[in-house]
T-cell receptor, first 112, second 114 residues
Framework: GEDVEQSLFLSVREGDSSVINCTYTDSSSTYLYWYKQEPGAGLQLLTYIFSNMDMKQDQRLTVLLNKKDKHLSLRIADTQTGDSAIYFCAETPNTGGFKTIFGAGTRLFVKA | ETGVTQTPRHLVMGMTNKKSLKCEQHLGHNAMYWYKQSAKKPLELMFVYSLEERVENNSVPSRFSPECPNSSHLFLHLHTLQPEDSALYLC?????????????FGPGTRLTVT
């Protein structure tokens, strides 16, 4: 079946690293994404990773993919108060139709 | 105006009302999407249009009726809704319908059904 799971809340102190975790069920997924949603706004693509990659780094963001365990993580280095938002993990299974499956989102609280 | 816009931003309607949500994208994209976002639940894909043709209908009740008159506009017509339909309705667009294409989201319409 298609399912993406992530914890609902994460709280960190400003300057620390944040790690948001996600598990997915469809091993055929070709693309995995992290979206960010700020209050009152729509989702915005932060980064994505192809299923043939283990890691992708983009400035303060590091994405790690463990295909064996179907586990995806997003690490935000030097977390700032402006990083407070909801972070959605998503996958696109390679089963035709290109339907993107989203998780419920992890709300990140950054304490000053 | 740029990006994906949605109107209205907030809507309160009774169960017997008929209303429509509007989405407009100024990005020249060929694919448009409706999603439902409920608290603590995964984002649910409702409909996908590619080149003005519906390509996904994700078992959505008939009280939700989409319309895509052209590639820049997408509507969601609502009638005889239920209180459990209260949610944030997000519109998105992408250059084409496919896994490699980033989806650009609008700010959403917060719908409350009384």
């Amino acid at each position: 079946g298609e399912d993406v799971e992530q914890s609902l809340f994460l709280s960190v102190r400003e300057g620390d690293s944040s790690v948001i975790n996600c598990t997915y069920t469809d091993s055929s997924s070709t693309y995995l994404y992290w979206y960010k949603q700020e209050p009152g706004a729509g989702l915005q693509l932060l980064t994505y990773i192809f299923s043939n990659m283990d890691m992708k780094q983009d400035q303060r963001l590091t994405v790690l993919l463990n295909k064996k365990d179907k586990h995806l993580s997003l690490r935000i280095a030097d977390t700032q108060t402006g990083d407070s938002a909801i972070y959605f993990c998503a996958e696109t299974p390679n089963t035709g139709g290109f339907k993107t499956i989203f998780g419920a989102g992890t709300r990140l609280f950054v304490k000053a | 105006e740029t990006g994906v816009t949605q109107t209205p931003r907030h809507l309160v309607m009774g169960m017997t009302n008929k209303k429509s949500l509007k989405c407009e994208q100024h990005l020249g994209h060929n694919a448009m999407y409706w999603y439902k976002q409920s608290a603590k639940k995964p984002l649910e894909l409702m409909f996908v249009y590619s080149l003005e043709e519906r390509v996904e209908n994700n078992s959505v009740p008939s009280r939700f009726s989409p319309e895509c008159p052209n590639s820049s506009h997408l509507f969601l017509h609502l009638h005889t809704l239920q209180p459990e339909d209260s949610a944030l309705y997000l519109c998105a667009s992408s250059q084409e319908w496919g896994a490699s294409y980033e989806q650009y989201f609008g700010p959403g319409t917060r719908l409350t059904v009384t």
